[in-house]
């Protein structure tokens, strides 16, 4: 039952990089605008990034400038390359649809996130 699996999370220092990547088995998956949120213990989740269906990129201020985005509909996948990491961008990372009405997908439709711990 499981449609998104996210992966590459660890633990890096202050100024380090990571690579996330997402495998999403969904049949519309190139039909949809896809996204990286992410949540840190006691808030709210917020989406970071978002990639549409036809490669436009779009970013929080908080991570604009360090990741960036990418999306493979060949291989039903998603990526986050993540560059000069902060201890603020401590969270758990998921992906999922970015909907263009801005809500937050279904909260079944959710992976296991992968966690990213950066220290200072």
């Known amino acids: 039952q499981v449609q998104l699996v996210e992966s590459g999370g660890g633990l890096v220092q202050a100024g380090g990089s990571l690579r996330l990547s997402c495998v999403a088995s969904?049949?519309?998956?190139?039909?949809?605008?896809m996204g990286w949120y992410r949540q840190v213990s006691g808030k709210q989740r917020e989406l970071v990034a978002s990639?549409?269906?036809?490669?436009?990129?779009k970013y929080s201020d908080s991570v604009k400038g360090r990741f960036r985005i990418s999306r493979d509909n060949a291989k039903k996948s998603v990526d986050l390359q993540m560059n000069s990491l902060k201890p603020e961008d401590t969270a758990v990372y998921y992906c999922?649809?970015?909907?263009?009405?801005?809500?937050?997908?279904?909260?079944?439709?959710w992976g296991q996130g992968t966690q990213v711990t950066v220290s200072s």
């Open positions: 969904l049949k519309i998956f190139s039909f949809i605008d």
């Open positions: 999922n649809q970015a909907r263009r009405d801005n809500l937050l997908p279904g909260s079944s439709s």
């Open positions: 990639i549409s269906t036809n490669g436009t990129e």
